[in-house]
């Protein structure tokens, strides 16, 4: 089963505008939340990550906003471009493991 | 620095026809990794090594075997595809953190098994 739930599937956002993934887990265990964004024909690559002592963490335009008690957490894109149009994927791992547990990606589409 | 590399990029196979990907870095990571991305699956990993000489399962090993005889490198290898192995395959790499690992991913090969 999916240990890591994302949503939305697709997103469509004007530029300028926010863009929001969510992400759920069950595993408590989990104790690291890292972002990844692909791009078409590329690998993942680690766009943001954060650990669950804090509740969020800002890089640029993006935040993850974490939420230990409902077990979710979230990427918010802010002003989106066109340029973040891809593939975003959230993840979750244990502290010490060598898994990373991905979500199934949501596809971002930024319209000019 | 090219960080990780894959080879081949992409590929036709025949069910029942084998092969092996192979995965380079040179980024001096002790930890290599293969995943297969489906759509609607996410990522999903295959086989791991923690170092020069070990391997160890994933989630989805079943039909694949994985070797890591020199450390820079982590072959995946089929020895008989089926269809259900149609994916597109990443291998990824990290040094030994702290607490976490981040991944370093290649660029990926394409796989088709007809």
């Known amino acids: 089963q999916q240990q890591v739930k994302q949503s939305p599937q697709s997103l469509i956002v004007q530029k300028g505008g926010i863009s929001i993934i969510n992400c759920a887990y069950e595993?408590?265990?989990?104790?690291?939340f890292p972002w990844y964004q692909q791009f078409p024909g590329k690998g993942p690559a680690l766009l943001i990550a954060i650990r669950p002592d804090v509740s969020e963490k800002k890089e640029g335009r993006f935040t993850i906003s974490f939420n230990k008690s409902a077990k979710q957490f979230s990427l918010h894109i802010m002003d989106s471009q066109p340029g973040d149009s891809a593939t975003y994927f959230c993840a979750a791992s244990m502290r010490g493991a060598n898994n990373l547990f991905f979500g199934t990606g949501t596809r971002l589409t930024v319209i000019p | 620095n090219a960080g990780v590399t894959q080879t081949p990029k992409f590929r036709v196979l025949k069910t029942g026809q084998s092969m092996t990907l192979l995965c380079a870095q040179d980024m001096n990571h002790e930890y290599m990794y293969w995943y297969r991305q489906d759509p609607g699956m996410g990522l999903r990993l295959i086989h791991y090594s923690v170092g020069e000489g070990t391997t160890a399962k994933g989630e989805v090993p079943d039909g694949y075997n994985v070797s890591r005889l020199k450390k820079q490198n982590f072959l995946l290898g089929l020895e008989s595809a089926a269809p259900s192995q149609t994916s597109v395959y990443f291998c990824?790499?990290?040094?030994?953190?702290?607490?976490?690992?981040?991944?370093?991913f290649g660029p990926g090969t394409r796989l088709t098994v007809t």
């Open positions: 990824a790499s990290s040094a030994l953190d702290r607490y976490h690992y981040e991944q370093y």
């Open positions: 595993n408590t265990a989990f104790d690291y």
